[in-house]
């Protein structure tokens, strides 16, 4: 059966944030579907991602990670729909798709930048989060830049969220010996421990580098950074001799530089001849058949939860992502787009 | 024959600096010295080291890279001179040793820690300078936490000192394609391209990221960081993808803290997957034999030069410890304490 769509509705970007992002910087529009070429697919979306990586891509003064958005132009972003028509014989429609171009009802996509998801080996939700790029993103992270060694304490800031979550239960999958995570609140703290497996949570809002002395009295040996700041000098003060710093996203500098610490506590990096070191996910295409061979069978095991936190419909998903950047999220932040059954 | 001393005048910390270190932190005093006991040294020292990492010494407050100075005791560190009594039998009286017990004319040495030079084959300034620690950390810094590969556009800061002038040199001898170093002053700019073989000098009094732009414009692949503040966050803007930074030294940092920049320039890092990495020369011991057999080659074939800068006389250690500071010197600055055939 082959389904018709010719419109689609999709958000664009307004306009630039001057400092922080809001509601007036996205519009929902409503555009012309093109005419199906060979070897592209049309897609009903249905799930589809906010990352704070999106952030970096608003903006247009510095270089970012990829391509950033254009004005007028619709956002994307990973998404996971249903195929409705194909031109390429490999994929059959009702098939489950893993593509770029979220932030829309409906896409038409290039097989090539298309993956098939097997919905009967994890749920349509965790291939976009923990066996996604936002797990993907913490399983080379702790490996590659992280060099994560059997015994190491490791820390991860914002724990609570997609990246974190991964990363504390994924540290622990992988042979660290204790690992502690930092998080907005008392109750995302508390979330950590109790539902996640971390040894300890701290409430970033009280004093950090206090609670991390208790947390690891004896010193922390890799540090997942997921918001730079305050939170990377804290995590330097606490690393022991021939620490590590997986450098992954800083997001608290990016959005506010003016309070970022001194460069001069990188000093801690020569006193303890640490390594810091900045990766991207796709230089590790290599690891993700190993990645998803062993993070399904923890999931399937019960031995890691995935946390996702849904929204639902597409004229939400400025809100969903606004929400993602303060925090308003536990685990993997998606936007239901339409029902999972097509 | 053996020369009897008993005492000898040495150089004490009167009190640590407030902020930028001064004259005033410097006293002179006559001591006894003590009695020869079985595997000691009495030593005349001929020259002596005044060297950056002296100034995190003087500091109280923060962990510094070893011990720290204390306050009425003399100060210490690298110095050569000639063995006037020997109870060690491995070591004979006019042998000439490297050991720690500079910042005074004569010392009690344990054997263990003193290693003897042979003059014959390099000047003992040599030994104290690009053969020394100061060169060593040159090579070591540049091969273990830089990874130089052939090939490679090296960028060092303070590259007129004593570290960086090796640094330059040796990296073209290692495969370096391109080198281009920062000094302070148009003269030790130019100086870095006439005399010491840089492909191009900056002076860092200019605009800093255009010299940088304009000396390397495809970017650079290592950097070689003895100052941190703004030289580092020029060299994370000119880094290509996959670059690397080695952590020597950061002294504008630990100079004047308020003057740092953001830390959050550390994006840069995750953007292009740079890796940063702080190390200690005592940890690539291993690399010792080799570095004194190509750095002695370097400098009898003539392909690499020695600069040092030497002031005459004990009572002038401090003041060309605090020229030093300033950027007065080029390459190596030492001070004589005695003529150097005893």
Sequence with gaps: MTTTVTVTRMVTLASRP?????????????????ELGDGQLLVQNIFMSVDPAMRGRMETTEKQYTTNFVVGAPLDGSAIGVVLQS????????AHV????????????????????????????????ILGQTGFTAYAGLIRAGELTAGDTVFVSAAAGAVGSAVGQFARKLGADRVIGSAGGKEKASLLVDDLGFDAGIDYRNDLPK?????????????????????????????????????????SDLCDRDASPPIGHLIQATLKRLTIRGFIVRDHEDLRTEFEDRVSGWLRDGSITSRTTV?????NAPDAFLSMLSGGNVGKALVQISDENG
């Excluded at 001057?18 to 093109?34: C, D, I, Q, R, S």
């Excluded at 919905?119 to 939700?125: G, V």
């Design 18 to 34: 001057a400092k922080e992002p809001g509601p007036e910087n996205f519009a929902l529009t409503t555009t012309e579907l093109p």
């Design 211 to 251: 609670g991390l002395a208790e947390a690891a009295p004896d010193g922390i040996d890799l540090y997942f950074d997921n918001v730079g700041g305050g939170h990377l000098v804290a995590a330097l003060g606490a690393l022991r001799e021939r620490g590590r710093v997986a450098l992954c996203g800083m997001i």
């Design 87 to 94: 031109k390429d014989p490999a994929i059959e429609v009702g």
């Design 98 to 129: 893993r593509h770029r171009f979220g932030w829309r009802e409906h896409a038409v996509v290039d097989s090539v930048g298309a993956a098939v998801v097997d919905p009967s080996r994890a749920p349509l939700q965790d291939w976009l989060g």
């Design 311 to 315: 929204t639902s419909g597409l004229d």
